[in-house]
């Protein structure tokens, strides 16, 4: 059985954990799979957007502790599977969709919050995890955390560790929409479609920008800004956009 499901619909590719017996917790092959599958994604043209859900109970429970603790490795050697993850999914310029159910813990809440988008069912429950086992936080979140809800938040998050409802992860921007459980697949479906029939090219030109702001000066992002500018407006969907505006119509994007 393969820990790691992949399926195409339309322009949107679905990534499935499939480790449904823990809670879909990362292993070695898992994590490989998932920066592999990144990797491929990245130079499909095929794909314009990406969602990543988990099998039955929930969205993921974070690191297999038996799994890595039997294969000997340093930290280092583990947490170079999530960096590179990481890494895969930043240079990834096309939308990433977390579509949460149940729980998403430790890293499983880390590898959400390195996705471009999350929406949780009714019964999503987050929470930080690290330290309750005397680990401070990974799989990038001292990165990603304070900068969507603050220091100040990001600290008490991760130091106590609380386990937050889907609304509280609504109330504090962790999630971006919240929808009952028997509708999360079809409105994850709807919003995956919406960024795979959009200017998809532009969109993981936002990506880019968006990211290289927070570690640039105004003066370095003025410049930044006019560079990936430069570029969008030489994308194919932003000629047809602006036809579009001129002739009053919908425009027809094709991601290029």
């Known amino acids: 059985m393969s820990v790691l499901l992949s399926e195409m619909r339309g322009s949107v590719l679905w990534l499935t954990l499939n480790r449904p017996e823990t809670i879909n917790a990362f292993n070695g092959e898992l994590l490989t799979g998932l920066k592999a599958a990144f990797d491929t994604a990245a130079t499909d043209e095929a794909v314009r957007a990406i969602v990543v859900r988990g099998a039955d109970r929930g969205f993921t ?53 390195a996705c471009d988008y999350r929406i949780a069912a009714e019964n999503a429950v987050l929470t930080t995890g690290f330290s309750r086992i005397g680990l401070i936080p990974d799989c990038a979140m001292p990165y990603t955390l304070p900068r969507i809800v603050g220091y100040a938040k990001a600290f008490e998050l991760a130091t106590l560790s609380p386990r937050m409802s889907a609304q509280e992860c609504l109330a504090l921007g962790l999630v971006n929409k919240v929808v009952p459980l028997e509708q999360l697949e079809s409105e994850t479906a709807a919003i995956a479609e919406q960024f795979a029939s959009g200017p998809t090219r532009t969109y993981g030109l936002i990506k880019r920008a968006l990211r290289l702001s927070s570690q640039s000066s105004l003066e370095e992002m003025l410049e930044l800004e006019a560079e990936i500018q430069d570029l969008a407006s030489q994308t194919t969907d932003h000629q047809e956009g602006v036809r579009a505006f001129f002739e009053k119509r919908l425009p027809e994007y094709k991601g290029k």
């Open 61 to 113: 429970s974070g690191q297999d502790l038996k799994a890595f603790g039997s294969l000997g490795l340093s930290v280092r050697e583990g947490l170079g599977y999530y960096t590179r993850l990481v890494q895969s999914m930043t240079a990834c310029e096309k939308p990433i969709l977390a579509s949460i159910h149940g729980a998403a813990a430790g890293a499983g809440m880390s590898f959400a919050l």
